[in-house]
């Protein structure tokens, strides 16, 4: 069946940088981009930007432009997200989705995130 | 960036309750509005896309509807398995903002 499915849980110091996979199967993943979300302990969720199924587009959302990296491999249907210069409060869960619909690099008709990964929990703590 | 504010932040209901949930951009968005479920400790599902559009598998208790700047998610009788937390997100233009969430608690 179509899923994301993401790597395990991290604990980090404040400095430090922590890369997550999210592994798709089940679909072509070279047709659909890839969003990032996090949540803090007990709040909402937090787009955090998105690659296009092409990697010709990236767009990160503006508290964390310099400090996160999308990328995707296509030969093994991977994505991954690297966060730099952690912070105490880059403690979440951070989970992957497929990004669904007619999408420029700032826009999507019928726009969906339609499978998401299960989670990944960083935790950053000295 | 555009705002997505969701009312009520949360909502106590009865099983067999008519619900509404409404979220208003800060400008408009066209019909570029997806809704979701998040339940503890499972993935975040997918409900409604373009507005008012239902994804394949979800109950047709769910409905959607709005455009321009305001939204709203219905649940037509509540079921059991319903008590979530609810969020817009809207893909008009990046940032694809979420609203803060809408927590459906039992009565």
């Known amino acids: 069946q179509v899923q994301l499915v993401q790597s395990g849980a991290e604990v980090k110091k404040p400095g430090a940088s922590v890369k997550v996979s999210c592994k798709a199967s089940g679909y072509t993943f070279s047709s659909y981009g890839i969003s990032w979300v996090r949540q803090a302990p007990g709040q909402g969720l937090e787009w955090m930007g998105w690659i296009s199924a092409d990697k010709a587009n990236t767009n990160y959302a503006q508290n964390l432009q310099g400090r996160v990296t999308m990328t995707t491999d296509t030969s093994t249907s991977t994505a991954y997200m690297e966060l730099r210069s952690l912070r105490s409060d880059d403690t979440a869960v951070y989970y992957c989705?497929?990004?669904?619909?007619?999408?420029?690099?700032?826009?999507?008709?019928?726009?969906?995130?339609?499978?998401w990964g299960q989670g990944t929990m960083v935790t950053v703590s000295s | 960036a555009i705002q997505l504010t969701q009312s009520p932040s949360s909502l106590s209901a009865s099983v067999g309750d008519r619900v509404t949930i409404t979220c208003r951009a800060s400008?408009?968005?066209?019909?570029?509005l997806a809704w979701y479920q998040q339940k503890p400790g499972k993935a975040v599902k997918l409900l409604i896309y373009?507005?008012?559009s239902l994804e394949s598998g979800v109950p047709s208790r769910f409905s959607g509807s709005g455009s321009g700047t305001d939204f709203t998610l219905t649940i037509s009788s509540l079921q059991p398995e319903d008590f979530a937390t609810y969020y817009c997100q809207q893909f008009n233009s990046c940032p694809f903002t979420f609203g803060q969430g809408t927590r459906l608690e039992i009565k």
């Open positions: 400008q408009g968005i066209s019909s570029a």
């Open positions: 989705a497929r990004v669904r619909g007619y999408c420029s690099s700032t826009s999507c008709h019928r726009g969906a995130f339609d499978i």
């Open positions: 373009d507005a008012s």
